[in-house]
């Protein structure tokens, strides 16, 4: 009974731990502190309960562990700065399944609930499977393994019904005295089946909110494996998450003016796409020598980063012409769309990585005054975020999407790899502006370029 | 566990998750997504207290209680380092000197 008291007494100073750390995290000054605060914790848990009289499996346990807690160590530990949206996707799957093969191995074990009980695993163990099979769709999106959003014909007719349905034979097997193997069979497959129908037709543009949902889901589940197993630390630590991942997906959403119902129900899709206005107009290039004298004459020059800078690894790059430019005393300044690139912060991370200063970047609503000053709009692999059709084209499906105003510039120059439309498959009225040039090439490259002619002007 | 405590610690820890993250930066939005993300890691728990309950002549239920701590502990530690290793770049909120060159 002692032991147990210890055991419990640990959980709560868990909880309390992993609640103070995420407040911590809130702050870019404590945000180290708090997860090592949390890590710290998440070990104390782990440890205490292998103390829990009456265990068995133990050899087995430890096994798991190890092999499951290295792997994900060391991918996490190899894994590139700009692929960290996919991880996060995969190891919030990973918690999902873990909560999932809870409710598997308590259904099979048929304990006998209450009718709350009852539900709560079940709701679990669908939100479980969910989080996971969505999770892992989400990632192969992300990596590129899978490029095409699909869409089922009559596909929220499917969503509702595989819903209902997954839900529907879910309480039958909660509530049985002994379910069948057949029949828990196959109410995981639909669950997983139900998180695979449900992002697969979201384009990757909306993947960011995506991801956050889930992980909100994630927190759900484990909040109320927390209540099945009697265990309050699971429930605060899950609910905590699930509540402040809600909030989150919220905040995400509304930046992008895409109500969360609408990412789910709605997504921007090629066919969505294609009913979009015409553009008329041409798309006109510059080299590289007049995208450097541009900037290196101007007064001031604003960035516009986006996941095409990400993915050429081109921040150092892009700091290092900022530096230059304002040595020759132009001043620059980010400007940070909140979905640029694949998660939100996401290029907020890649530039602290590169070193840029806090104070050099904007937000939205902070920058998007200045751009009528700039002398020039330096957009880096944006594309759908800084598209003026949002703000002019009622038939567009990202109208009302509150876009960065680089159109307003002086001059914008895009660098871009080709010509091919955004994420969302859109044309960008931007490109036909008359203010508009395009230099041509991957980010990395197209900058590298323009630093040399940058560093030749100054003599 | 008694149905409506649960249902009161519910409640009091869905306000606290909504209050702890109505503060945070847009800045932080990722690393806090991959913090909280790694706070659900906490499954772990649950999932070693399944796979110790379980059957030890049953191989589906240890297979599955396998699974859930594999998984629980995955969660965990690759949330973990994901997360310490981009507030790692968050190093220090005055970085000027170093970022000069």
């Given at each position: 009974m002692s032991s147990n008291w210890f055991v419990s007494a640990t959980y709560f100073i868990v909880a309390t731990i992993f609640i103070l750390g995420l407040k911590a995290m809130s702050s870019p000054v404590t945000a180290r502190k708090g997860v090592i605060w949390a890590g710290f914790a998440m070990v104390a848990a782990t440890v205490i309960t292998f103390f829990i009289p009456g265990l068995q499996n133990v050899g087995l346990m430890v096994l798991a562990i190890v092999l499951g807690g290295g792997v994900a160590w060391y991918s996490g530990k190899i894994v590139k700065m700009t692929d960290m949206p996919q991880m996060v996707a995969i190891y919030n799957g990973m918690g999902g399944g873990a909560a999932a093969a809870i409710a598997a191995v308590e259904l099979i074990r048929g304990v006998q609930h209450d009718a709350m009980t009852a539900t709560l695993l079940v709701l679990g163990a669908v939100i479980g499977s969910v989080a996971f099979s969505g999770s892992c769709v989400a990632f192969a999106k992300l990596q590129g393994i899978m490029k095409k959003a699909v869409r089922l014909p009559g596909q929220n007719n499917v969503n509702f019904f595989l819903t209902l349905f997954t839900i529907g034979i879910g309480l039958t097997i909660g509530y049985a005295d002994n379910p069948g193997g057949f029949e828990i069979f196959l109410f995981f497959v639909l669950a997983l089946a139900l998180g695979v129908v449900l992002v697969m037709p979201i384009g990757g543009a909306d993947m960011p909110v995506v991801i956050s949902l889930l992980n909100a889901f994630t927190g759900l589940a484990v909040g109320f494996k927390g209540f099945v197993l009697g265990n309050p630390a699971l429930i605060v630590a899950g609910i905590v998450v699930g509540a402040s991942g809600m909030l989150l997906t919220q905040l995400m959403a509304k930046a992008m003016n895409r109500p969360i119902k609408n990412i789910i129900f709605a997504p921007i899709t090629g066919a969505a796409a294609e009913s979009g206005g015409e553009v008329t107009g041409s798309i006109r290039d510059l080299s590289a020598l007049d995208a450097a004298s541009l900037m290196r004459y101007g007064q001031k020059v604003i960035i516009v980063p986006g996941y095409g800078m990400a993915v050429a690894g081109a921040q150092h790059k892009v700091w290092e012409m900022a530096q230059l430019l304002e040595e020759g005393g132009v001043e620059v300044v980010f400007a940070i769309h909140p979905?640029?690139?694949?998660?939100?912060g996401h290029m907020n991370v890649l530039l602290a990585e590169a070193g840029v200063p806090y104070e050099k970047i904007f937000d939205l609503e902070e920058i998007n005054a200045d751009f009528a000053q700039a002398d020039v709009a330096l957009v880096i692999g944006a594309n759908d975020v800084v598209n003026p059709v949002a703000r002019?084209?009622?038939?567009?499906?990202?109208?009302g999407m509150p876009i960065l105003n680089a159109d307003l510039a002086q001059n914008v120059i895009v660098v871009k790899r080709g010509k091919g439309a955004g994420y969302s498959g859109i044309e960008n009225a931007l490109f036909y502006k008359d203010n508009c040039r395009m230099l041509y090439g991957s980010a990395q490259q197209a900058v590298a370029e323009v630093i040399t002619h940058v560093k030749a002007l100054e003599v | 566990m008694e149905g409506f405590t649960a249902l009161y610690i519910f409640m009091l820890a869905a306000f606290t998750g909504y209050e702890v993250i109505s503060r945070v930066p847009v800045i932080l939005h990722t690393p806090l997504m991959s913090g909280s993300n790694f706070v659900h890691g906490v499954v772990l728990i649950g999932a070693m207290y399944a796979l110790g309950k379980a059957d030890p002549d049953e191989p589906l239920q240890l297979l599955l209680g396998f699974v859930a701590v594999f998984l629980g502990a995955a969660n965990a530690a690759g949330g973990y380092v994901v997360t310490e290793r981009m507030l790692a770049m968050f190093k220090s909120g005055n970085r000027k000197e170093g970022g000069e060159k």
């Open positions: 979905v640029a690139g694949r998660m939100p002019t084209d009622k038939s567009s499906p990202i109208y | -």
